[in-house]
């Protein structure tokens, strides 16, 4: 059984920071892609950050702040967010995907359920 769980979310003030973790189980958590996207009320779900085997990607408004990185030995991955905004505020989301194929369904592409992250001013 697939699972990605979240964790690290949180209350914080302006110019914090924070580390969203991320547990996989369940699919060989090394050869998949791995991304973080958040969404804020009443918004669309919004790509931030893109961790593959050897590269990563980031959103233009998350780029210079956040650092998302991976330990494919404790199948985690993590997203390191400094000097967070109040537009930062949303539930962020865990995302696996195997980049053999390029149609998403439910057997390649997996989603956590998510972690609060609040920033206040």
């Known amino acids: 059984q697939v699972q990605l769980v979240e964790s690290g979310g949180g209350l914080v003030q302006t110019g914090g920071s924070l580390r969203l973790s991320c547990a996989a189980s369940?699919?060989?958590?090394?050869?998949?892609?791995m991304r973080w996207y958040r969404q804020a009320p009443e918004k669309e779900r919004e790509w931030v950050a893109t961790?593959?085997?050897?590269?990563?990607n980031y959103a233009d408004s998350v780029k210079g702040r956040f650092t998302i990185s991976r330990d494919n030995a404790k199948n985690t991955v993590y997203l390191r967010m400094n000097n967070l905004k109040p537009e930062d505020t949303a539930v962020y989301y865990c995302?696996?995907?195997?980049?053999?194929?390029?149609?998403?369904?439910?057997?390649?592409?997996?989603w956590g359920q998510g972690t609060q992250v609040t920033v206040s001013s």
């Open positions: 369940g699919f060989t958590f090394s050869t998949y892609d």
């Open positions: 961790i593959t085997g050897g590269s990563t």
């Open positions: 995302n696996a995907r195997d980049p053999r194929f390029t149609l998403a369904t439910t057997s390649n592409n997996f």
